[in-house]
């Protein structure tokens, strides 16, 4: 496995940022044309995920959804994992259990759905809608052979062998698990309406191209087939879909095969799904001193997940018959695994700071740009952050809180996408980094400036979004890039001017934390201290221009910023 990389033959580079000895950036133009239509803005951006399905009602988990459900412009999709999984309960880092199936003395299964309500009363009472990851296999289904042939040695220290991996056994009987996903199926339909349930996603299994699934891709397909059959005869208009593979080499041959099967059998496939990630840190884990430095400085790769993106929707265009149906990235994020921090490997602070939330505004940029070179398109590009219980203050885990609940920078990149209007707008930046070569990328995205601009139909306001960055989290950009905005056909007038930045000092508790002497038991004072500064910030006072047409403002960009300009005439 090469540093940086999933195996894949996307990417067989190690981990470099493009050019280390390039010059930074120190001037750009950025241009808006506010009187253009671009069609609608997509959002790819309206999706999280986790793998701890129990953390959703806990205290935290609730608030979390319930600050994003405020904020957000549309209903975000959440996909935990685990709904099928047995056990207490009780939320562990990378796993969890929705303990639905169950069996009597006489081998008669029924089902307990207190978990489930508990976890899809959190999603929907938030505002958002499940999609809901049918799996893995419960206890009462793990087939003998698994018990057999697992390799496991019980020990104090961990639980069963269950946990271990048999539950990524396909299911002994199929009719069985039919049945389990219809009385699932059923009760929600029941507990929360068609007019809600319209709206949830249904999808087989989770990455079953690698140890997720100890069985064939002949069985998937199997499954799949009863799957959807049990789903569709209790919910005909129920949305189905997946497979939700990795990005690896093993995905895209698993993403084909199981497309070509579902066309064999004319299989609905209401969306496809498949994952990326920007980065595998080599090693993983350090085990040194407690805050000792990376061995080896690396960052997130953004060309290598445009890469596994531009490669599956390609598999995706060989099939006319799916091409359209919406495409789900259901995991997308910067570096794997998401429940690993700072004391596992120091490359995982740029989790913690204001790299992180201008990253995920470029991401999510480029996946709208490569969008445009494809038939099929990318509908949602999940991030899997969410929260941890238990963790220190600034853990560095993928998420959008901390200890407490105090709010990451990543946190506000979303308040950010919720200001942009329904509309797109024309802009261009002439030192954003052109992504019609994939292959001329490098590993490490070039610094670069770039821009998504938008109007809003309700009130005709201008959001422009603009960032600095480059895939580098120890580049050094003490020095502002100074950046020409002009927006151009506006109504002549007088208009309000909004400045709000993400960057070292602004819409940023984590720096807040530290220049407190990073405290891992903050007094009330420290935590309010915190807290105050945790949302997105103002950059500027509130300022009322007149324009005859044309507004240039200058912006002054350190590496890595993001500012968002909300322009709104005045009445």
Same mark, same amino acid.
């Given at each position: ?11 067989? !580079? ?50 979390? !959804? ?46 307990? #759905? ?35 042939? #697992?390799?496991? %040695? ?141 061995? %080896? ?21 060989? #099939?006319?018959?799916?091409?359209? +149906? ?100 024309? +802009? ?61 056909? !506006? ?22 934390? %530290?220049? !407190? ?7 009330? %004072? ?46």
């Amino acid at each position: 496995m090469t540093p940086n990389a999933s195996p894949s033959d996307v990417q067989r !580079l190690p981990y470099a940022p493009s050019d280390p000895s390039a010059t930074p950036l120190r001037t750009a133009r950025v241009t808006v044309d506010a009187s253009s239509d671009a069609g609608v803005l997509d959002r790819p951006w309206a999706s999280l995920g986790y793998d701890e399905i129990n953390w959703t009602y806990t205290p935290q988990g609730r608030r979390t !959804l319930q600050t994003i459900g405020r904020f957000a412009e549309t209903p975000y999709h959440v996909r935990p994992h685990n709904i099928f999984n047995s056990g207490t309960g009780l939320g562990l880092p990378h796993w969890g259990s929705g303990n639905v199936y169950h069996e009597d003395a006489d081998g008669k299964p029924y089902y307990d #759905f207190t978990i489930a309500d508990r976890t899809y009363d959190a999603i929907v009472g938030s505002g958002h809608h499940p999609l809901v990851e049918l799996a893995f296999t419960p206890l009462a289904l793990v087939p003998e052979s698994a018990k057999e042939e #697992f390799p496991f %040695e019980n020990s104090p220290s961990q639980y069963s062998a269950y946990e271990a991996g048999w539950w990524s056994y396909p299911p002994k009987d199929y009719a069985k698990w039919g049945g389990l996903v219809a009385a699932l199926v059923e009760h929600c339909l029941e507990r929360y309406g068609a007019d809600e349930v319209k709206h949830w996603l249904w999808e087989l299994w989770n990455e079953p191209d690698i140890s997720y699934w100890r069985g064939t891709p002949e069985q998937f397909h199997d499954l799949y087939d009863v799957t959807v059959k049990a789903i569709r005869d209790v919910y005909p208009e129920a949305r189905v879909g997946g497979p939700a593979v990795t990005g690896g080499d093993r995905g895209a041959v698993f993403l084909h095969g199981f497309l070509q099967a579902c066309a064999e059998r004319d299989l609905p496939v209401d969306f496809v799904s498949f994952h990326t990630k920007g980065s595998h840190f080599t090693p993983w884990r350090t085990y040194g001193p407690i805050g000792a430095p990376a061995p %080896e400085q690396q960052s997130p790769s953004t060309p290598k997940m445009l890469r596994e993106i531009d490669r599956a929707l390609r598999v995706i265009e060989q #099939f006319p018959q799916y091409v359209d +149906a919406p495409v789900i990235v259901d995991e997308c994020d910067a570096s794997v695994p998401a429940h690993w921090g700072i004391y596992d490997n120091a490359n995982f602070a740029y989790r913690n700071n204001e790299y992180y939330p201008v990253f995920q505004a470029k991401l999510m940029k480029k996946v709208l740009d490569l969008n445009a070179q494809h038939a099929a398109k990318v509908h949602e590009a999940t991030t899997w952050s969410f929260s941890m219980e238990g963790e220190r203050y600034f853990e560095g885990t993928r998420s959008f809180v901390t200890a407490s609940g105090i709010e990451k920078p990543l946190m506000n990149a979303y308040r950010a996408f919720a200001h942009l209007g329904d509309r797109r707008l024309a +802009a261009t930046s002439d030192r954003s980094v052109d992504i019609s070569d994939i292959s001329a990328l490098g590993n490490g995205l070039a610094e670069e400036v770039d821009v998504i601009a938008s109007r809003s139909s309700s009130d005709g306001s201008v959001a422009v979004l603009v960032w600095r960055h480059a895939d580098d989290q120890y580049a050094d950009g003490k020095e502002a890039t100074r950046v020409d905005l002009q927006v151009d056909g !506006l109504e002549t007038g007088a208009w309000t001017v909004q400045h709000y930045r993400i960057d070292h000092s602004h819409s940023n508790s984590h720096t807040v934390w %530290e220049d !407190l002497g990073a405290p891992q038991d903050p007094t009330p %004072e420290e935590l309010e201290k915190i807290t105050a500064r945790q949302g997105l910030e103002r950059f500027t006072d509130d300022d009322e221009v007149q324009v005859d047409g044309v507004l240039g403002l200058q912006l002054e960009l350190p590496l890595p910023s993001l500012s968002l300009v909300i322009l709104t005439k005045v009445a």
